[in-house]
């Protein structure tokens, strides 16, 4: 037919274009290569190419104590940082065979949830950006600020907390909120409205947030659920069926979204999810517009989450970190004054511990499906091997299967709902 | 005042202060645009800024009303960098098509009764023809610059401009014959009354087709596919630097104020005050009465509508656009324009009782 058509015509066969979208685009998260092979504005064929933020992580943790990888684990993906540690120091825990203080694990649970939320906002943030609204993305950067000061004050910084330790967290939650201070630029009238909600404890704070987060997420419902724009370019968009999703392994929102109740903190619980009450959101068609759905009720369910933890933290004080030295660091006052606890503390610091020889892997409901760590000890005081299953990778390698056929804006949309990151993906 | 200067001049041979006389105008006309257009990025800045729980820019000079100023000298000093596959010459003539005709068509724009370069009596025309060739800049810039983001942004804009150009025709037509005349003055005049004659409330359909399609026509959000950044990055204009760059800025936003300005003139009765009961009260009379300050108040009003609609919406993408054009806008005008049509018939009043 086609060689009929040019006999008739003698334009000469126009070739399908072929676009380089990425390493550098806005639309590419971070570090996306995609070579899309496209008929007009069609998608013929989508090929991510990867690699470009590959910084070793799983080598460089061959080499290093146990403990002294857990930085690196908030760095993989960096958008949810303590869910990252959460799963290696799982892993370091069910190799040693120790469990945490109850308590530990509410701190552990609580930050797992507002990591969720972090994530979750800035996923919608730039999903937002990408399909073209702008001011959602700064509405959920407000709502951030509040949580990133949380991961301030309890590990210092506002990202990488290396927080998690094995055998609890590193700390005790703060009594007090840090105080913003008068300067140049901010008079005393407005720092005293800035510290308004920071003058309790840390549990207050994050007890107010949880009580106002709901109301903010109505807020961006507002901007988006209804609005026929944000429907016309999602709805429909990336439709994977429950089989498929099943296939290509999904996992998190990408499953969920296409309608299978798959949900790590329900089916393989760990810490104490099993006590906490919350439900899993499922979406029907498996579309753009049911990943964004799904992923806004989550939030509103960690809000939930949050809530209970808050409420168990405050009436239960106690240890958050074992009290066995040959784990954990003890306290820097016996270090300064007792021979048996410096000896300890540079053993720990220096060396580590050994783990028993052997494989475990554990995995965690990420924010973005199922993070998971195998872990391979041959006794040694660091990994024989580390491998890091990332939500991310399968996701991206599926955006073939999603944005065929679909217009270059749509693959914008795709890249938007898979909410890929590539300090996993590419580890 | 021109009749003054022309007494001064009168030494000089007739053409020649004449053409005098027009460049003075021209002039006038021209910087004060400028200026809006710097200063309408600085009010959008700030205004989404303020949308989004922010405060926009305000480093440079008092709250930062230096800012446009030093945005323009920064883009003068930048170096214009040419693509090595670019074709040179086309290259260099897109933004100035681009900005030409975006200046041009303010010949024909009354600012008050009797303020206007040109009173040409097929002004609605001139300005149809001259919004329409400002497409030509986008398209040879998509097609000059040698890239395929370009070149995707130029095949959209282009497709769009032409297909929104035939609803914005339609609404124009409709004011056309409401007023029964193509002069932008008559048009006005035609309003004449209270708010309720002016034509917004007649034309109702076509005056948010004609603002909508207006939308469309400038490349601004929820339409900017030309230029969507997180699909095809800049668009048309993604290898142009410096102060090529600032000139399809430029035309950009000389756009918005023009289809702004058209807006308030056609639907809005322009220079008409909604208050000239109170005309003839001293000294608030002045206030009240017609003049060029409720021309720009009612743009300003069209202008926030532009930058409001930015911030809140998401983008279209290109061919729900198409649809929107073709299957919803087309109906909607030529059904309204037989309405119309009828209205002028049977002398439907208030509008078109004396027609």
Redesign the interface.
């Known amino acids: 037919m086609r060689r009929h058509d040019q006999w008739l015509n003698p334009m000469p066969e126009i070739r399908n ?1 072929t ?2 979208f990425g390493p550098q ?3 590419a998260h971070g570090v996306l290569r995609l070579i899309l092979e496209m008929d007009g ?1 069609v998608i013929e064929r989508a090929d991510p190419h990867i690699g470009l933020l590959h910084r070793g992580t799983e080598k460089l943790a061959e080499s290093k104590p146990f403990n002294q990888s857990i930085g690196y684990m908030d760095r993989l993906d960096y958008v949810s940082m303590m869910c990252n540690e959460h799963a290696y120091v799982l892993a370091i825990e069910k190799l040693l065979g120790v469990t945490p203080p109850v308590r530990a694990q509410y701190i552990r649970v609580m930050f797992d949830e507002i990591t969720r939320v972090l994530n979750h906002l800035m996923w919608l943030g730039a999903h ?8 959602i ?3 959920c950067f ?1 709502e951030r600020e509040d949580l990133m000061d949380c991961y301030e004050a309890v590990s210092g910084t506002r990202m990488h907390a290396t927080y998690y330790r094995p055998g609890g967290v590193y700390r005790d939650l703060p009594d007090q909120m840090p105080q913003y201070a008068a300067s140049k630029w901010h008079s005393a009238a407005e720092v005293a409205k800035l510290n308004d909600g920071r003058q309790g404890s840390m549990l207050d704070f994050i007890d107010a947030f949880a009580d106002r987060f709901p109301g903010c997420v109505d807020e961006y419902e507002t ?2 659920t209804d ?1 026929r ?2 429907k ?2 999602t709805v429909d968009i990336g439709i994977v069926s429950p089989e498929r999703a099943l296939q290509l392994g999904f996992t998190g929102p990408m499953l969920r979204g296409s309608g299978i109740e798959w949900d790590l903190r329900k089916k393989q619980p760990y810490e104490v999810y099993p006590k906490l009450d919350f439900d899993i959101p499922i979406g029907v068609n498996g579309d753009c517009y049911d990943r964004y759905l799904v992923r806004i009720e989550e939030m509103r369910q960690s809000a939930r989450i949050i809530k209970q933890c808050v409420g168990w933290l405050r009436e239960n004080p106690g240890p958050v970190i074992l009290d066995d030295h040959k784990l954990t660091p003890p306290k820097r006052e016996d270090m300064k004054g007792n021979m048996e606890s410096l000896i300890h503390h540079f053993k720990l610091f220096t060396e580590g511990y050994c783990a028993p020889a052997g494989e475990v892997y554990t995995a965690v409901e990420h924010p973005k499906g199922e993070f998971g760590i195998y872990l391979v000890s041959d006794g040694a005081n660091k990994p024989y091997r580390l491998k890091v299953r990332a939500a991310g990778f399968a996701h991206l390698a599926a955006i073939n299967e999603m944005a065929s056929g679909h ?4 693959v ?1 949309a795709i890249i938007g709902t898979m909410d890929v990151v590539f300090g996993e993906i590419d580890r | 005042m021109f009749d003054l200067l022309r007494t001064y001049l009168t030494f000089l041979p007739d053409p020649v202060t004449t053409t005098l006389i027009i460049l003075i105008q021209i002039i006038m006309i021209v910087i004060p645009i400028m200026l809006a257009v710097a200063y309408l990025v600085f009010a959008e800045r700030k205004v ?1 800024g303020y ?4 405060i926009g820019p305000n480093r440079v000079g008092p709250r930062g009303w230096l800012q446009p100023i030093a945005d323009a000298i920064k883009l003068l000093c930048k170096e214009v960098i040419i693509p090595d596959g670019a074709d040179r010459f086309l290259f260099v003539l897109a933004p100035v098509l681009a900005l030409g005709p975006a200046l041009a068509a303010w010949a024909v724009i009354p600012f008050g009764s009797e303020v206007v370069l040109a009173n040409i009596n097929a002004g609605l025309l001139y300005i149809l023809a001259l919004t329409s060739l400002g497409v030509y800049g986008i398209i040879i810039a998509g097609w000059a610059s040698n890239s ?2 370009a070149f ?1 942004g130029a095949m ?1 804009s282009a497709a769009q401009i032409v297909s929104y150009e035939i609803p914005m025709g339609f609404a124009l037509v409709g004011v056309l014959i409401a007023a029964g005349s193509l002069n932008l003055g008559d048009i006005i005049e035609a309003q004449r009354g209270n708010p309720l004659t002016w034509f917004w409330l007649p034309l109702f359909p076509l005056f948010i087709i004609y603002f909508i399609s207006g939308l469309a026509e400038t490349n601004r ?2 339409f ?2 030309s230029e ?6 800049a668009g048309f204009h993604v290898e142009y630097a410096g102060m090529a760059f600032a000139l399809f800025f430029l035309a950009e936003y000389a756009n918005m104020i023009m289809i702004s300005a058209l807006t308030s003139v056609m639907f809005l009765g322009g220079w008409l005050s909604p208050f000239i009961a109170f005309a003839d009260v001293p000294v608030v009379g002045l206030f009240f009465g017609d003049g060029i300050h409720w021309f720009v108040f009612k743009t300003s009003l069209f202008l926030f509508l532009f930058l409001w609609f ?11 656009i198409m649809r929107l054009g073709w299957k919803v806008f087309l109906p909607i005008t030529i059904v309204w324009l037989v309405v119309v049509a009828a209205m002028v018939v049977y002398q439907v009043p208030p509008w078109f009782a004396g027609s």
């Open positions: 274009m676009l380089n685009h806005p639309a504005e937002g950006l990408d399909i073209g609204a702008m001011t993305f700064l509405y407000r901007l988006l609005n724009i944000w016309q370019r217009m270059l804006a749509d914008v | 989404i949308i989004q729980v922010r395929k983001y995707l959209r959000a929820p900017d596919v969507g950044e997180s699909e095809i990055v930015r911030a809140t919406f998401p983008r279209f993408r290109y061919d729900q």
